[in-house]
């Protein structure tokens, strides 16, 4: 089945940096982009950056343009959110996604605190 896993969230203070990771398995990886979307408290689920299945193209919200970077290993299965610059606007629960033919499938999510 379909799984995705992300970790590497935390508490970090403002204009600190984290990387999030998004291990992937139950599908052919390497033939799917991949997205971040991210869920603050009260707010609804919001789109923050999208890379294709060969990693060669990628966008991002505006909110984080120039502060975030989305990467992706398809050896290792994997994709990478680096998050550098944060903003206490950027607390939320991170989630990773892929739409397959049969829907899109969410992982977990990771918390991302950004506070002094």
């Known amino acids: 089945q379909v799984q995705l896993v992300e970790s590497g969230g935390g508490l970090v203070q403002p204009g600190g940096s984290l990387r999030l990771s998004c291990a992937a398995s139950?599908?052919?990886?390497?033939?799917?982009?991949m997205s971040w979307y991210r869920q603050a408290p009260g707010k609804e689920r919001e789109l923050v950056a999208t890379?294709?299945?060969?990693?060669?193209?990628?966008n991002s919200a505006d909110s984080v343009k120039g502060r975030f970077t989305i990467s992706r290993d398809n050896a290792k299965n994997t994709v990478y959110l680096q998050m550098n610059s944060l903003k206490p606007e950027d607390t939320a629960v991170y989630y990773c996604s892929v739409r397959l033919r049969l829907g899109r499938y969410w992982g977990q999510g990771t918390q991302v605190t950004v506070s002094s």
């Open positions: 139950g599908f052919t990886f390497s033939n799917y982009a």
């Open positions: 890379i294709t299945s060969a990693g060669d193209s990628t």
